[in-house]
């Protein structure tokens, strides 16, 4: 039997075919408009029946019992489980306040329709300290697009003509994105790629820029720079649909190739050639990505990258960056609900705190701040839905000491992970594959897709849906979630829309509720307090931020560590996100593991020459926090001066976390950003043991 269903092992939320036998998923294949020979595959798609029924799945609650020989974990049943987990919720509120329980969100499961019911349920129970992860993931990029037009764009690959891919990699990461750029590259479109590491896309690419990490806003204000002194600007946009131009022409102006190239490793010459190539060869389009999101100036180097759309005028247009058109939809999250006065440990990001309907919080790095320091409470609680913080936080050191202060933890996950090792409780969850949601992806950007559950759920495990709808009830929520099924609450979340589960599942791929639409901005104008594209934005000004993206002061070296280079001279990038894992997730899955090569530094010859470091031979690497050992590999992807970390081999082996590097100390002001993805480091020969 063949169903369809939407994939949610990474981020990028294909469209898939379950084949179902006798109730068990044998075989998960992408949706493609590709010949079978063209496809791109996905391994982790393909290992899809080894994660679902690994067995190191999760398949019951698990309650820690602290016995003389140490602590472990019994298993119980869920109304156990969910009778303690209740209770610590209402002894919590009543001795310390609801804002003393935080809900941590990571993205392993979803960042739909369960990041609504997560908040739902907080601000039911009274506490505002629901956190996703989105600072150092999408979420302050796409606060830095909303603040540019008023929503988040995206790329019309397949009518481009000119594709930028700025800090992303689509052959390892998102298959969907991958073929749409070969399609139109074989049609003839111009491909630019901006990366500190020659990636597939940078080795199949027209011109490479291989920037110096963190720097990609320079570059975009030198691009700028070009574009306007040789008026290769939409003067027609720029005059009616844009504010602030004239600030932009004068800020840019500090800009010039010739004296920021050598600075971001790069020369004038390909500066200019890429800002020509993309101003003249329209339709073009820019898809920016994870590389920008963990840098300490990720908004304003993301605003200054959304800039360049709208001055050559390929905002909403075919071919360009799109406007989506969301379909609506209800909100469920009951913001009001929240008692007033009571703020968020993340207070100090207002901005970013409010800048959306429902994205709420995402400035993680406050969760460790809370429980360290008390300030500006104290946390007692957490419940960690989904992620793995004591492995992908930045300085994990210093959120794993935050974790064992703790009253209590919860994890939900489909795995022991290092995190969930820590908690008190832990609740197994359900895989895409077994249960049904609204995803995120789809609603914003129109058409809907319905991720269905095409197996049965594996062992005891939940749904996020019921493990939250029932612990609500324990807690005397039940009023607000009186839901019994996943398909009754998304038939209430979709009926503004005119939309129901089952018009959904007779579609066999995505059911779009209107036609899709350009230059919208036309009839609507923008979704900003002006109405057109900010280059300027006042709302910036009044909270004490720069109107327009600058770069001055620390923000011309956002490298963390940056001050401290004579002793730690080699810039460190935290390495790639393969095909074969998300994140810290699937490195238990053999037939994944013995396709991977293994954690490497790769370095390139000539620092290895000139450090007399040979193929093979163990480096230490070290920062001011801490220290990893790696195995290292010569490689040409890297610029001379920097080296390439594994990424999220900790959950494997702690003395390999490359988050034993990295500083939380400081942050992106506006989004509270650390740099997870770039830092000043040295490098030492390990004597063989």
Same mark, same amino acid.
Request: some cysteine; aromatic content about 8%.
């Given at each position: 039997?063949?169903?369809?269903?939407?994939?949610?092992?990474?981020?990028?939320?294909?469209?898939?075919?379950?084949?179902?036998?006798?109730?068990?998923?044998?075989?998960?294949?992408?949706?493609?408009?590709?010949?079978?020979?063209?496809?791109?595959?996905?391994?982790?798609?393909?290992?899809?029946?080894?994660?679902?029924?690994?067995?190191?799945?999760?398949?019951?609650?698990?309650?820690?019992?602290?016995?003389?020989?140490?602590?472990?974990?019994?298993?119980?049943?869920?109304?156990?489980?969910?009778?303690?987990?209740?209770?610590?919720?209402?002894?919590?509120?009543?001795?310390?306040?609801?804002?003393?329980?935080?809900?941590?969100?990571?993205?392993?499961?979803?960042?739909?329709?369960?990041?609504?019911?997560?908040?739902?349920?907080?601000?039911?129970?009274?506490?505002?300290?629901?956190?996703?992860?989105?600072?150092?993931?999408?979420?302050?990029?796409?606060?830095?697009?909303?603040?540019?037009?008023?929503?988040?764009?995206?790329?019309?690959?397949?009518?481009?003509?000119?594709?930028?891919?700025?800090?992303?990699?689509?052959?390892?990461?998102?298959?969907?994105?991958?073929?749409?750029?070969?399609?139109?590259?074989?049609?003839?479109?111009?491909?630019?790629?901006?990366?500190?590491?020659?990636?597939?896309?940078?080795?199949?690419?027209?011109?490479?820029?291989?920037?110096?990490?963190?720097?990609?806003?320079?570059?975009?204000?030198?691009?700028?720079?070009?574009?306007?002194?040789?008026?290769?600007? %939409?003067?027609?946009?720029?005059?009616?649909?844009?504010?602030?131009?004239?600030?932009?022409?004068?800020?840019?102006?500090?800009?010039?190739?010739?004296?920021? @190239?050598?600075?971001?490793?790069?020369?004038?010459?390909?500066?200019?050639?890429?800002?020509?190539?993309?101003?003249?060869?329209?339709?073009?389009?820019?898809?920016?990505?994870?590389?920008?999101?963990?840098?300490?100036?990720?908004?304003?180097?993301?605003?200054?990258?959304?800039?360049?759309?709208?001055?050559?005028?390929?905002?909403?247009?075919?071919?360009?960056?799109?406007?989506?058109?969301?379909?609506?939809?209800?909100?469920?999250?009951?913001?009001?609900?929240?008692?007033?006065?009571?703020?968020?440990?993340?207070?100090?990001?207002?901005?970013?705190?409010?800048?959306?309907?429902?994205?709420?919080?995402?400035?993680?790095?406050?969760?460790? %701040?809370?429980?360290?320091?008390?300030?500006?409470?104290?946390?007692?609680?957490?419940?960690?839905?989904?992620?793995?913080?004591?492995?992908?936080?930045?300085?994990?050191?210093?959120?794993?000491?935050?974790?064992?202060?703790?009253?209590?933890?919860?994890?939900?996950?489909?795995?022991?992970?290092?995190?969930?090792?820590?908690?008190?409780?832990?609740?197994?969850?359900?895989?895409?594959?077994?249960?049904?949601?609204?995803?995120?992806?789809?609603?914003?950007?129109?058409?809907?897709?319905?991720?269905?559950?095409?197996?049965?759920?594996?062992? %005891?495990?939940?749904?996020?849906?019921?493990?939250?709808?029932?612990?609500?009830?324990?807690?005397?929520?039940?009023?607000?979630?009186?839901?019994?099924? @996943?398909?009754?609450?998304?038939?209430?979340?979709?009926?503004?829309?005119?939309?129901?589960?089952?018009?959904?599942?007779?579609?066999?791929?995505?059911?779009?509720?209107?036609?899709?639409?350009?230059?919208?901005?036309?009839?609507?104008?923008?979704?900003?307090?002006?109405?057109?594209?900010?280059?300027?934005?006042?709302?910036?000004?009044?909270?004490?931020?720069?109107?327009?993206?600058?770069?001055?002061?620390?923000?011309?070296?956002?490298?963390?560590?940056?001050?401290?280079?004579?002793?730690?001279?080699?810039?460190?990038?935290?390495?790639?996100?393969?095909?074969?894992?998300?994140?810290?997730?699937?490195?238990?899955?053999?037939?994944?593991?013995?396709?991977?090569?293994?954690?490497?530094?790769?370095?390139?010859?000539? %620092?290895?020459?000139?450090?007399?470091?040979?193929?093979?031979?163990?480096?230490?690497?070290?920062?001011?926090?801490?220290?990893?050992?790696?195995?290292?590999?010569?490689?040409?992807?890297?610029?001379?001066?920097?080296?390439?970390?594994?990424?999220?081999?900790?959950?494997?082996?702690?003395?390999?976390?490359?988050?034993?590097?990295?500083?939380?100390?400081?942050?992106?002001?506006?989004?509270?950003?650390?740099?997870?993805?770039?830092?000043?480091?040295?490098?030492?020969?390990?004597?063989?043991?």
């Amino acid at each position: 039997m063949k169903k369809d269903t939407v994939c949610r092992l990474c981020s990028s939320c294909c469209p898939v075919t379950a084949t179902i036998e006798s109730g068990r998923l044998v075989k998960a294949e992408r949706k493609s408009s590709l010949p079978e020979k063209k496809r791109v595959r996905c391994p982790k798609l393909q290992a899809a029946v080894d994660i679902v029924y690994s067995p190191e799945r999760l398949k019951t609650p698990l309650i820690r019992e602290n016995r003389k020989s140490g602590a472990s974990f019994r298993e119980a049943s869920w109304d156990e489980t969910l009778d303690l987990v209740a209770g610590k919720f209402e002894s919590i509120k009543e001795t310390h306040g609801p804002q003393s329980v935080c809900w941590l969100r990571g993205m392993a499961a979803d960042w739909g329709a369960p990041w609504d019911y997560a908040n739902r349920f907080m601000n039911v129970y009274g506490s505002p300290n629901t956190i996703g992860n989105g600072a150092v993931c999408h979420v302050a990029r796409e606060m830095a697009h909303t603040y540019t037009y008023g929503a988040m764009t995206a790329p019309d690959f397949r009518q481009s003509r000119c594709i930028v891919v700025w800090g992303k990699n689509d052959g390892d990461t998102n298959p969907q994105a991958f073929e749409s750029i070969i399609f139109a590259k074989q049609r003839g479109a111009k491909l630019i790629v901006i990366d500190p590491i020659r990636t597939g896309l940078a080795a199949m690419a027209d011109m490479w820029l291989q920037i110096k990490p963190g720097h990609d806003g320079i570059l975009a204000m030198s691009m700028i720079h070009e574009i306007i002194s040789n008026n290769l600007f %939409d003067g027609d946009f720029v005059q009616d649909w844009t504010v602030g131009f004239d600030a932009l022409k004068d800020a840019a102006g500090d800009f010039e190739a010739e004296k920021i @190239a050598q600075g971001i490793w790069l020369t004038p010459e390909e500066i200019k050639n890429a800002a020509r190539a993309y101003a003249t060869t329209g339709p073009a389009c820019i898809i920016d990505g994870n590389g920008l999101d963990m840098q300490l100036n990720v908004f304003q180097q993301t605003r200054a990258v959304c800039i360049l759309r709208g001055l050559t005028g390929n905002v909403d247009r075919p071919g360009g960056d799109l406007i989506p058109q969301p379909i609506p939809i209800r909100n469920i999250q009951l913001r009001d609900r929240l008692p007033e006065g009571i703020r968020s440990v993340a207070q100090g990001y207002p901005l970013f705190n409010t800048f959306h309907e429902t994205w709420g919080i995402n400035a993680q790095s406050c969760v460790v %701040d809370a429980i360290l320091n008390e300030k500006p409470y104290p946390l007692k609680m957490l419940v960690v839905q989904s992620g793995n913080p004591a492995v992908t936080m930045a300085d994990s050191n210093r959120a794993v000491k935050a974790f064992q202060m703790l009253d209590f933890m919860v994890v939900l996950d489909l795995f022991i992970t290092k995190t969930a090792k820590m908690a008190h409780v832990v609740l197994p969850a359900s895989s895409s594959f077994e249960k049904t949601q609204l995803n995120r992806a789809f609603i914003r950007n129109n058409p809907v897709i319905l991720q269905n559950q095409v197996i049965d759920c594996v062992g %005891d495990s939940w749904p996020d849906w019921k493990i939250t709808f029932e612990l609500a009830r324990r807690l005397g929520m039940g009023h607000e979630f009186p839901w019994r099924s @996943a398909e009754a609450v998304i038939n209430y979340q979709l009926e503004p829309a005119g939309v129901t589960v089952d018009m959904l599942r007779e579609h066999s791929g995505p059911m779009r509720v209107e036609e899709l639409a350009h230059e919208k901005y036309q009839q609507n104008g923008f979704k900003t307090p002006s109405g057109k594209m900010e280059i300027y934005s006042q709302r910036l000004k009044d909270g004490g931020y720069s109107p327009i993206p600058d770069f001055k002061g620390e923000t011309l070296n956002p490298i963390s560590f940056y001050a401290e280079r004579t002793d730690f001279p080699m810039v460190g990038i935290s390495g790639a996100r393969t095909r074969y894992f998300t994140h810290s997730q699937f490195k238990n899955i053999p037939s994944l593991l013995n396709r991977e090569k293994g954690c490497f530094v790769d370095i390139h010859p000539h %620092d290895a020459h000139t450090q007399d470091i040979r193929e093979g031979s163990n480096l230490r690497i070290e920062t001011p926090k801490g220290s990893v050992v790696m195995t290292a590999r010569m490689s040409k992807v890297v610029h001379p001066g920097s080296v390439r970390l594994g990424w999220c081999w900790g959950e494997l082996d702690s003395r390999l976390n490359l988050n034993n590097l990295t500083d939380d100390d400081k942050r992106d002001p506006v989004t509270g950003t650390p740099s997870s993805r770039s830092f000043m480091c040295r490098l030492m020969k390990e004597k063989p043991s």
